[in-house]
């Protein structure tokens, strides 16, 4: 079995200031592990991916998540926030293989303050 | 990367009728998913659409409530039967790409049922 935990449900940060986006996976196997930004009112969009390759993966907008297999961490950080990141983020984990299902974290909802 | 379009974007619905929802992608897929998102929730898998055969659907989803069509690699549908304001959420496609590692959503279709 595998599953994600994303403690705390509302993150919010100044613009300018560190973003840092926790998400903890449990997975019987190695994992391939996943970030999903959504913006209000739309769907859901890759912003990067795990898949045991470098640990340290860059994705979109400036967001990059470090894989950490001693902590079964996969937090999502980015250097300075702006306003256009406030959205729902979504950690999710799947086993390796096209047939496997994706399990997604409860989301964590990003405010950035002026 | 796999273009997803699903119809109708969004539907205003009575109790007791059903609603269908239409996925297209732009190429073959092997898998493809129906996720629900209920408001302010985490994305839930209905089910997995199989080419050729019935659909396998997860714990606490039942063919009944929510058929499901596979008739080629790139289209399904879903639909949502006998409706109560409970199955109000936003339903989303989803397929994954071998080549890619990746999952990839649809935009999704919201749903209010009054």
């Known amino acids: 079995a595998q599953s994600v935990t994303q403690l705390g449900s509302h993150v919010s940060v100044s613009e300018g200031a560190l973003v840092l986006l926790r998400c903890n996976y449990s997975?019987?196997?190695?994992?391939?592990l996943f970030w999903y930004v959504q913006y209000p009112n739309q769907g859901l969009q890759l912003l990067l991916k795990y898949t045991s390759a470098a640990t340290l993966v860059k994705g979109i907008n400036g967001f990059e998540a470090e894989f950490k297999k001693s902590e079964t961490s996969f937090h999502l950080t980015k250097p300075s926030a702006h306003m256009s990141d406030a959205a729902e983020y979504f950690c999710a984990v799947r086993k390796a293989g096209a047939n496997s299902k994706l399990t997604f974290g409860k989301g964590i909802t990003l405010s950035v303050r002026p | 990367s796999a273009v997803i379009s699903q119809k109708p974007s969004r539907d205003i619905c009575q109790r007791g009728t059903s609603l269908t929802i239409q996925c297209q992608v732009d190429s073959q897929v092997t898998m493809m998913f129906w996720y629900r998102q209920q408001p302010g929730q985490s994305l839930t898998l209905i089910a997995t659409?199989?080419?050729?055969?019935?659909?396998?659907?997860e714990s606490g989803f039942v063919i009944d409530k929510f058929p499901i069509s596979r008739p080629n690699l790139t289209f399904s549908t879903l639909t949502v039967s006998n409706m109560s304001p409970e199955d109000s959420s936003i339903y989303l496609c989803s397929v994954v790409v071998s080549s890619y590692n990746e999952q990839f959503f649809g935009p999704g279709t919201r749903l209010t049922v009054l």
């Open positions: 659409a199989n080419q050729g055969s019935e659909a396998t659907y």
């Open positions: 997975s019987s196997v190695p994992p391939y």
